[in-house]
T-cell receptor, first 110, second 113 residues
Framework: QKEVEQNSGPLSVPEGAIASLNCTYSDRGSQSFFWYRQYSGKSPELIMSIYSNGDKEDGRFTAQLNKASQYVSLLIRDSQPSDSATYLCAARSNDYKLSFGAGTTVTVRA | EADIYQTPRYLVIGTGKKITLECSQTMGHDKMYWYQQDPGMELHLIHYSYGVNSTEKGDLSSESTVSRIRTEHFPLTLESARPSHTSQYLC????????????FGSGTRLTVV
């Protein structure tokens, strides 16, 4: 079992819609979680971090964490074509390393 | 403005050559990492360091080696490049503590011919 699993995608949404990305993790000791955005041919860019159960909002992005269910999600509201990218979920383990999911590719249709 | 720098950005090199991919960061981070990523594929950790004179192999077996003589510098060396080494190599760093994610460099796209 991979440490971090993401819904495989690809996910295609119309412009202006909500894109919903899901992630589960296996290490119950993980305390902090991150979402990265990676454009094709570029390096990953940190867009959200979350440490406490509940929701965290930053602009059009909302991260949700449920430690009991070992579940993390990312919502992108009012999706724009510039949001088209691969989104990576990551969980930090006790040895400080991040475990990354395989990524979900999002395409926003104009 | 990037605080973690990788050079070269692109490299095409012949089989059997020795190469060093450079990574430097100006943030004073103790922890640094090297990842390998093929197009459209997952990130694979190949080396990491938690401080000066500390280096460890990652989850993906690699024929490369690393060194950490200075906090800010974490170069990766391939003694004899092969076509199977063709990939993108990403360097990252982070602060200590649970609350910090990684900052990635722009990457080096390596092609071995």
């Amino acid at each position: 079992q991979k440490e971090v699993e993401q819904n495989s995608g690809p996910l295609s949404v119309p412009e202006g819609a909500i894109a919903s990305l899901n992630c589960t993790y296996s290490d119950r000791g993980s305390q902090s979680f991150f979402w990265y955005r990676q454009y094709s041919g570029k390096s990953p860019e940190l867009i959200m971090s979350i440490y406490s159960n509940g929701d965290k909002e930053d602009g059009r992005f909302t991260a949700q964490l449920n430690k009991a269910s070992q579940y993390v999600s990312l919502l992108i509201r009012d999706s724009q074509p510039s949001d088209s990218a691969t989104y990576l979920c990551a969980a930090r383990s006790n040895d400080y390393k991040l475990s990354f999911g395989a990524g979900t590719t999002v395409t926003v249709r104009a | 403005e990037a605080d973690i720098y990788q050079t070269p950005r692109y490299l095409v090199i012949g089989t059997g050559k020795k190469i060093t991919l450079e990574c430097s960061q100006t943030m004073g981070h103790d922890k640094m990492y090297w990842y390998q990523q093929d197009p459209g594929m997952e990130l694979h950790l190949i080396h990491y360091s938690y401080g000066v004179n500390s280096t460890e192999k990652g989850d993906l077996s690699s024929e490369s080696t690393v060194s950490r003589i200075r906090t800010e510098h974490f170069p990766l060396t391939l003694e004899s490049a092969r076509p199977s080494h063709t990939s993108q190599y990403l360097c990252a760093s982070s602060e200590s503590g649970d609350l910090y994610g990684y900052t990635f460099g722009s990457g080096t796209r390596l092609t071995v011919v």
